[in-house]
């Protein structure tokens, strides 16, 4: 599609361990669209990082490995880059923002140093521009005092400050995408409103597209124009956020909402659905929420579901999805 | 500034460490069994001339006077006289100083020129050939008897291939260096004397492996495991996400963290390079203060031995101060 | 008096049955750490190099060609042959059968030395931990400036002191092994101390030694047993440096370290002289540091598995 910034095709990752392998990922298909912040809710375990980490290619290999699959961005197929021209892409135009703000930055460097060596890789700028820069990009996540905050070292500030320096930093080259991976989820419940706000006033005027990795159903109510669904390894359900808790179409999802009103915690969600993630090195065969599924049928155990458009852009890979079945995808 | 503070507060804490270590070598030289006076005499001492040193040295007074006379002797630089040079024993080793500090400066220049590549490209290649041989290199480091490192050594180098000279600091006829700073390599370089510099060096190639090889190993062990624990941190993944190339993610993103606990450990493990400089320069004939001290062993000559364990220890810790120092400069955690 | 019953610990199978149930969780972590061992090559090989060693040295009567002082100045400095496997030295004496006694000497220095500041560290450890307070401190300022001395340097000046024999090098070596020992059981009493079932002995009445003795101290066993492994290696290493400068073992003893002291003067022309020796002692630490090694990695809850 043209609004396609970003278009995953039929990804697989596996990781070859000790105990087996493991299929991270079988047969993803997304699409993120241009200036579009699309949320992408599961458990833990259920494949999310490693899906944002493959889109960098970040998967460490030993012992993980990209399979098969695209993934085009504007339509060039980033597994089949040279890791020169990838490395041009990191950062600059697709960038990534993750969980843990205590380490995801340098403890030995400064703010200045980390933030600076990032616009200088991508921006063909003097020092004292980059520097100009980094102070912008750190008013604009609100820090005060900029200037001081520079000079410091990460242990110097607090997690909501270090997430934030982390959004100036990667937001520094005006990427196209941002792949946040559960950026607040490391945060208190004041600080984590506080980065939100900043983040999505930051993208929405910028145009920047978010890949907005959570487990937190009400982020994704609050800040996302659109959601797909992960469930051991495979998305399950996408639709646009108002037609997703208006009317859900997955039984996965209908499980993941009614545990919705205290759902800070993954062990509740888990709670309202009978049984356990399966485990990624021996998935289920057929549709790979059988086991757990209120609504199996026969086929589910050997067929794998097709997608299924139960409504406009709402996309459901299940059996007993309602609507009209459209062809093979 | 607050560098300086930090420096003095260390100081500070070495006061108590400098107090034991003289007292412990003061009871190991005036309290062990046997007779203090008989051991600082020399065994071919007369019987009178032992009750009159017995006297002179108030070896007839309680321990803790004794120990006041011998710290206030220290403070003044003395540290007796050298039974077999009849010399004091502090000018007997200023003399063999320089050429155990060359020495030990020279292993160490070794062990960062090989030790620091070996272990990074141990982790980043980890698992693989270069990896496995690393870690057998350094598991015969740490296994090994050096002063049998240095006679094979000289049996291969020396006696069979003839490509490096055997013993001492320079050929025989050639005159050393004017001294300035009493290390002949720097010295021969200051006076541009270039076949001086070069046969220096290669009398010193031999002992210089020799001594750094267990430190080698010890070096490239911490360099390895620590770099392979940071490797796996977040913030080497937000690098690399940065667009970040390898050769800098790993030089300047992994290497400085890994820094950290490697300067720990070289500091403790210099303790080995002292103890090795002992059976090196004995190997080698290496006119320094470790080949002093087991002459002086072979003599009894107790002074000097005293002489020499209390200065190469106090020598141990002051590098270990340095190196606190230097953990404080790589680590902002630190807060000083 | 009626017969006894099966628990009063005269019946030898219900004590031993009684020991496994109350160990039960002890012996399977005992038996997993050996399935552990025996899937790691190094700790296969550092065993295989430790017990050859130990056979070498039980056997070495046996094993022997000849007798390790026996003079034979007609053969004196004869090179390696089939007669004499390593060659002789400058009395005509096997250097083979000197070497096989030579390893006697040097495990016994390892073991001593091992026993000795394994068992007075492990203690002072023990009550600085356990402890506290102002014992702790002193125990731990006195070790600390122990270590604030090069090892080799330390046993020297003492072995010097007392005077040069095997035994006050074996005493010079276990002096300085001790705060290696006591630092690593501090530590861990430490934690243990912090431990419920400490609390519970203090509620029934259990005195402090008994405490240490019985709680305290087998809780560290396992970090101590690694330790000790890694010391042996380091102790035969320093013992023939002291030997090897005239400090340990006196001729004729067949010490490695003595017998490379004198083949040294011998090295141009007769190179198996303190070739040899020398090989067993590398090959030896070898042993005892990938086996320590091992054992640490298997032991360690954090890389377990």
Redesign the interface.
């Known amino acids: 599609m043209n609004g396609d910034l970003l278009h995953i095709q039929d990804l697989s990752v596996r990781f070859f361990t000790y105990q087996g392998v493991v299929r991270a990922l079988e047969g993803v298909h997304l699409a993120v669209r241009r200036g579009e912040i699309l949320g992408l809710v599961g458990e833990t375990g259920c494949g999310k990082s490693v899906l944002a980490r493959s889109i960098l290619r970040l998967i460490a290999d030993p012992p993980g490995r990209i399979m098969g699959g695209r993934i085009l961005f504007k339509g060039r197929d980033m597994l089949t880059l040279p890791m020169k021209e990838m490395r041009r892409i990191r950062g600059n135009d697709i960038s990534m923002i993750f969980q843990e703000p205590m380490t995801s930055l340098n403890p030995v460097f400064t703010v200045g140093n980390q933030m600076e060596e990032v616009v200088r890789l991508h921006q063909k700028v003097s020092r004292k521009a980059a520097r100009r820069i980094c102070v912008e990009m750190l008013e604009q996540v609100r820090m005060p005092d900029p200037e001081s905050v520079l000079r410091k070292y990460p242990h110097e500030l607090s997690g909501g400050m270090r997430q934030r320096v982390m959004i100036a930093m990667e937001l520094s080259c005006r990427p196209d995408l941002l792949i946040a991976d559960e950026p607040t989820t490391a945060l208190d419940v004041t600080v984590q409103a506080q980065v939100l706000h900043i983040l999505n006033e930051l993208t929405r005027a910028r145009g920047t597209s978010v890949l907005f990795i959570t487990h937190d159903l009400g982020v994704v109510a609050h800040l996302c124009d659109r959601v797909a669904v992960m469930y051991a390894g495979k998305i399950v359900e996408t639709a646009p956020v108002d037609a997703l808790f208006r009317s859900p179409g997955h039984p996965y999802t209908r499980g993941l909402l009614a545990a919705v009103p205290s759902v800070d915690e993954d062990r509740e969600v888990l709670a309202s659905i009978p049984g356990v993630v399966p485990g990624l090195i021996d998935p289920p065969a057929g549709c790979r929420f059988h086991p757990r599924c209120p609504a199996a049928r026969k086929e589910c155990e050997h067929l794998e579901p097709a997608g299924v458009e139960v409504g406009k852009d709402h996309w459901v890979f299940c059996h007993a999805g309602r609507g009209k079945v459209k062809g093979e995808r | 500034m607050r560098l300086l503070r930090y420096i003095g507060k260390r100081l500070l804490h070495l006061v108590?460490?400098l107090l034991?270590?003289t007292?412990?070598?003061f009871f190991?030289?005036h309290a062990?069994?046997?007779d203090p006076a008989r051991?600082m005499a020399g065994q071919k001492a007369s019987r009178e001339a032992v009750e009159n040193l017995r006297r002179s040295m108030g070896l007839d007074r309680p321990l803790h006077e004794q120990y006041l006379r011998y710290m206030k002797g220290l403070l003044h630089g003395d540290l007796g006289r050298s039974v077999r040079s009849q010399r004091p024993v502090v000018e007997d080793l200023k003399d063999f100083f320089p050429a155990t500090l060359e020495l030990t400066l020279a292993s160490m220049t070794l062990c960062l020129v090989v030790g620091l590549p070996l272990g990074i490209l141990s982790a980043v290649r980890r698992n693989r050939p270069l990896d496995h041989a690393s870690r057998v290199f350094s598991?015969?480091g740490?296994?090994?008897?050096?002063?049998?490192l240095g006679?094979?050594l000289?049996?291969l180098f020396y006696?069979n291939l003839q490509w490096l000279p055997g013993s001492g600091r320079l050929d025989v006829g050639l005159d050393p260096p004017a001294s300035v700073t009493g290390l002949y390599l720097v010295d021969a370089l200051l006076e541009g004397n270039r076949p001086v510099f070069l046969n220096a060096l290669s009398h010193i190639i031999l002992p210089a492996f020799c001594l750094s090889y267990v430190y080698l190993a010890v070096i490239t062990r911490i360099v390895r495991s620590s770099m392979i624990a940071v490797m796996e941190?977040?913030?080497v993944?937000?690098?690399?996400?940065?667009?970040?190339?390898e050769p800098v993610v790993i030089l300047k993103?992994c290497l400085?963290?890994s820094l950290?606990p490697t300067v720990t450990i070289a500091g403790l493990s210099?303790?080995?390079l002292?103890?090795?400089a002992?059976?090196t320069e004995?190997?080698f004939g290496w006119p320094g203060m470790g080949k002093y001290?087991?002459d002086s062993?072979?003599f009894?000559d107790?002074p000097a031995?005293?002489g020499?364990?209390l200065v190469?220890?106090l020598s141990?810790?002051l590098i270990?101060l340095a190196v606190d120092v230097i953990y404080a400069f790589?680590?902002?955690?630190i807060r000083y | 008096m009626p017969s006894s019953t099966p628990r009063s610990g005269t019946d030898p199978t219900g004590g031993w049955r009684r020991f496994r149930e109350e160990h039960a969780w002890q012996i399977r972590e005992f038996f997993f750490t050996l399935h552990l061992l025996r899937r790691n090559p190094s700790a296969v090989a550092g065993f295989v190099i430790i017990c050859s060693m130990v056979f070498l040295a039980l056997a070495a009567p046996w094993v022997a060609p000849y007798d390790p002082i026996r003079i034979s100045l007609s053969e004196r400095l004869s090179p390696p042959s089939w007669h004499h496997l390593f060659g002789t030295d400058e009395l005509g004496r096997d250097l083979f059968s000197r070497v096989l006694y030579g390893a006697r000497i040097s495990l016994r220095i390892g073991l001593l030395v091992v026993g000795i500041a394994g068992g007075l560290g492990t203690i002072l450890g023990a009550v600085a931990g356990y402890v506290g307070g102002k014992t702790d401190d002193v125990i731990m300022r006195c070790l600390d400036i122990v270590l604030s001395f090069p090892s080799l340097v330390l046993a020297m000046a003492l072995a010097a002191a007392l005077g040069p024999s095997l035994r006050n090098a074996i005493l010079a070596v276990a002096f300085v092994m001790i705060p290696k020992f006591a630092r690593l059981v501090r530590g861990e009493a430490l934690a243990v101390r912090e431990r419920p079932f400490i609390a519970a002995a203090k509620v029934s009445g259990a005195s402090h030694t008994w405490i240490v003795f019985h709680h305290v101290i087998p809780n560290c066993l396992s970090s101590v047993i690694v330790l000790g492994t890694l010391v042996v290696g380091e102790t035969i290493l320093i013992a023939s440096s002291l030997s090897f400068i005239g400090l340990g073992a006196q001729p004729p003893t067949p010490e490695w370290g003595a017998m490379i002291s004198v083949g040294r003067k011998f090295l141009m022309d007769q190179w198996w002289y303190a070739t040899f020796p020398g090989l067993f002692i590398l090959v030896t630490v070898i042993g005892f540091n990938i086996f320590g090694d091992a054992l640490r990695d298997v032991l360690d809850p954090r890389i377990r598995r």
């Open positions: 108590p460490v034991g270590v007292v412990l070598v190991i030289s062990i069994p046997g051991m598991v015969c740490v296994s090994m008897p050096v002063f049998w006679l094979m000289l049996l006696r941190q977040d913030y993944t937000t690098a690399r996400a940065n667009g970040i190339s993103h400085k963290n950290i210099v303790g080995e002292l103890g090795g002992i059976l004995t190997i001290v087991v062993v072979n009894l107790f031995i005293m020499f364990t190469v220890s141990y810790v270990n790589l680590n902002p955690q």
